[in-house]
């Protein structure tokens, strides 16, 4: 518990610095859990966002991106997850291709659509894929 408060802690810290007074909030509902979400703005080239999942196994998890296309109705991103399922020892890694798609004319709300392989330490590896909403405060 004491390795997950660090992690929180130095991750929410660094997003802050990151943040520059631009900051999402979503949820993300995903094939493993259902995850609340607040990081920097997604439409920065390099972003970041905290992510708690909810339900059975209560976790946390950081999550790194690169926007290798940035437009302003679609973001297509890649990067990495770390994180911890609460209940179970161990770190897992994973790989995110999401998209980010903004329909309408307010473009601070988005759709995303994210699959992403999961390799833990302890168990099987495998796909989780998923949708959700994000907004944006400008």
Known sequence: ???????????????????????????????????????????????????????????????????FIKRDEVNFYSGFHIGSEGDRDGFY?????????????SKNIGISMEASPIFPNERRNYLRAGLGLKYTFR
Request: proline fraction near 4%.
């Open 1 to 67: 518990m004491k390795k997950l408060f660090v992690f929180t802690f130095l991750f929410v810290s660094g997003l802050t610095i990151q943040a520059q007074a631009q900051i999402a909030a979503g949820i993300q509902r995903l094939s493993s859990a259902t995850f609340a979400s607040i990081g920097t703005d997604p439409d920065n080239q390099i972003f970041g966002e905290a992510r708690l999942s909810t339900g059975r196994n209560v976790g946390i998890e950081g999550t790194f991106g690169y926007n």
């Open 93 to 105: 890694l994973g790989v995110p291709l999401g998209l980010l798609v903004k329909p309408f004319n």
